[in-house]
């Protein structure tokens, strides 16, 4: 058996997530997913990617860098975007900003069981200042 393909896996659950395909979530994330270490399931982690598009309607998730090591993902995505109010508890109400979101996945065969994510907040309090 070959194991699997975690670079291709992980460009299509990016290319969902820009599209809002939110039933094809499931292909990619475990039942049993985590966030940070908290047990959301499938269906928490929808909700919370649908708060976030409701937030930032144009939302785009672009790979910075991309590191692999079985099951392991690491990745640093770039944002260009506007929240429509508060971000992070930072005052942005509408304003263009930038940021990176460093994030690291492990995979249970070809799905997101753990996620663990840290997004660069001095970046945007520098920009909002």
């Known amino acids: 058996m070959n194991p699997p393909d975690l670079?291709?896996?992980?460009r299509h659950y990016?290319?969902?997530?820009?599209?809002?395909d939110w039933t094809s979530l499931g292909q990619f994330v475990a039942d049993d997913v985590q966030h940070n270490g908290r047990p959301?399931?499938?269906s928490g982690y929808r909700e919370m990617l649908e708060r976030d598009v409701r937030e930032i309607p144009d939302l785009?998730?672009?790979?910075e860098l991309l590191t692999i090591?079985?099951?392991?993902?690491?990745?640093?995505?770039?944002?260009d975007c506007t929240p429509s109010?508060?971000?992070?508890?930072l005052p942005v109400g509408g304003k263009r900003i930038t940021f990176a979101e460093n994030v690291f996945y492990r995979f249970r065969g070809e799905k997101i069981a753990q996620v663990w994510s840290v997004i660069d907040k001095a970046e945007i309090e520098a920009q909002l200042s």
């Open 69 to 79: 090591e079985a099951p392991f993902v690491a990745s640093r995505l770039r944002f």
């Open 40 to 42: 959301l399931g499938v």
């Open 85 to 89: 109010h508060a971000f992070l508890g």
């Open 14 to 20: 990016l290319d969902c997530l820009n599209r809002r």
């Open 7 to 10: 670079r291709t896996i992980y």
């Open 60 to 63: 785009h998730f672009d790979i």
